[in-house]
């Protein structure tokens, strides 16, 4: 018996011990001491002038050059007999997730305990499985910038009880009653299951963020909206008093936003960033999403990969600069972005520089036999699995199709592991067949879609956002 399958033969009050004692050891990576100071600087800095940021970021821009050329293999490689100058940004060659999925190791520092780092196992939103790690002051350092400006823009802080809506198996996808949350006592935090969403379900999970006394919620942005859709008693939505509603993972429209705001009572915030914290940005109450311009140096680039005209869109290339031990240099994070032009200002009076557009990879949703909205697939790539690529979509009311790009290895224990996952979400009812293909198209915009529903009454990913 796996870990998984351990966790969910427990009764309900083990499994809150169990995430309460995860949610102690993330607590322990996430903050210490130090954390309410960086939280006070990370506020301060958002006042910072241009020049401020230039100077900040090019003095931690040429450490994390150096660390590369000099102490990264995958780097120290590239730059063997090639021309150009290694203290020019410009002069680096663009750097792809297939190249990082295929040897993460090589763009360690040498010499690292990794006993003693972080290591987030994350497929990302397009399927393709990646390793990363941090130190733990980086982790403490990204926290304090998402206490700062997640949370403390919007008049809640990491004290405050809350629930997120994601991807997590913390309750089986067959339950057909509650709970279908768990209840993180260390993090204070009310995990909700995206994978349980539907109108027979909906009532119980505003009920429990009722119970917990939540006081934010975090998630998914197609999840949510799939809750707000589904919650029918909006007064009981409203009555939960929430102070705000935030965003992540996926582009968020008008129409959702609407949605969302009118069912909870609260106003939505949209949070952009990666699990590689190369490039962040958060949505400030004027509706604006700033850059973190500690998190990287961002470069929006034309077909022809060369920087766009200011409030043009392009290809986000981002360096990370919190990334000490695994630097990732010109990372092509597969997004479009619209960068709005240096001298913008923001009626907030937060001098960060504005990012006007994020057209993200907008992903449809599997619709279960059993009613539920499904649109979280990452996990089923985790690990060490030999795919390089994966796309599901959905051609039946009860079948489902898993292209899949593999990688030597690939065997019939890795397709009964992806097929197992796939039922683990979906539900054991719907027929899961495996493609494999030597590659996965792209759309019309040449973005890559994960998930592709049998049908959506939702508008097309161009829809105007606001």
């Known amino acids: 018996m796996n870990q998984l399958d351990l966790y969910h033969a427990l009764p309900y009050p083990l499994k809150v011990v169990a995430a309460s004692a995860r949610g102690l050891q993330l607590r322990g990576w996430r903050y210490g001491a130090e954390t309410e100071r960086l939280v006070r600087e990370a506020l301060a800095r958002d006042g910072w002038s241009a020049a401020q940021w230039a100077a900040y970021q090019e003095r931690r821009l040429a450490t994390v050059l150096t660390i590369a050329r000099h102490r990264v293999p995958a780097y120290r490689r590239l730059w063997r007999g090639r021309t150009g100058d290694p203290t020019r940004l410009r002069d680096w060659p663009l750097l792809d997730k297939d190249a990082l999925r295929a040897d993460p190791e090589s763009f360690l520092v040498e010499g690292l305990d990794r006993r003693r780092l972080y290591r987030e196992g994350t497929s990302g939103s397009s399927g393709t499985p990646l390793s990363l790690w941090f130190r733990r002051e980086t982790v403490r350092f990204w926290y304090a910038l998402v206490e700062a400006r997640s949370r403390r823009w919007h008049g809640v802080n990491d004290r405050d009880r809350w629930a997120i809506l994601g991807g997590q198996l913390v309750a089986r996808p067959g339950r ?221 009311a009860d079948r489902v199709v898993v292209r899949l790009v593999i990688d030597e290895g690939y065997d019939a224990r890795a397709a009964a592991l992806v097929r197992a996952r796939m039922h683990d979400r979906i539900g054991r009812a719907m027929t899961v067949d495996l493609e494999p293909v030597e590659r996965i198209e792209r759309g019309p915009n040449g973005k890559f879609q994960m998930v592709r529903g049998l049908r959506t009454d939702r508008p097309s990913a161009t829809e105007e956002r606001e």
Request: charge should be negative; charged fraction near 25%; hydrophobic fraction near 45%.
């Open 176 to 396: 057909a009653r509650p709970p279908y949350w768990v209840w993180n006592a260390a993090l204070r935090q009310l995990y909700l299951s995206a994978f349980h969403l539907g109108p027979r379900s909906a009532d119980a999970y505003v009920a429990a963020m009722a119970d917990h006394g939540v006081r934010h919620l975090y998630g998914y942005t197609a999840a949510l909206d799939t809750l707000a859709r589904e919650i029918g008693d909006r007064s009981a939505a409203r009555a939960l008093d929430l102070a705000v509603v935030i965003t992540n993972a996926e582009p968020l429209l008008a129409h959702q936003r609407a949605r969302i705001e009118e069912v909870f009572g609260a106003p939505v915030r949209e949070n952009y960033g990666m699990a590689e914290l190369v490039a962040a940005a958060s949505e400030c109450e004027e509706g604006r999403l700033h850059w973190w311009p500690e998190v990287g140096v961002a470069e929006v680039l034309d077909d022809d990969l060369q920087p766009v005209a200011p409030g043009e869109a392009g290809e986000l290339i981002a360096t990370g600069l919190l990334g000490d031990v695994q630097p990732l240099i010109r990372y092509r994070v597969g997004d479009r972005v619209t960068a709005a032009p240096p001298d913008t200002r923001c009626p907030c009076g937060r001098s960060l520089p504005i990012l006007d557009r994020v057209e993200g990879r907008h992903e449809e949703a599997i619709a279960t036999l059993d009613g539920r909205k499904v649109n979280r697939f990452d996990a089923v790539f985790k690990g060490r699995l030999p795919v390089r690529e994966a796309q599901i979509e959905q051609v039946a």
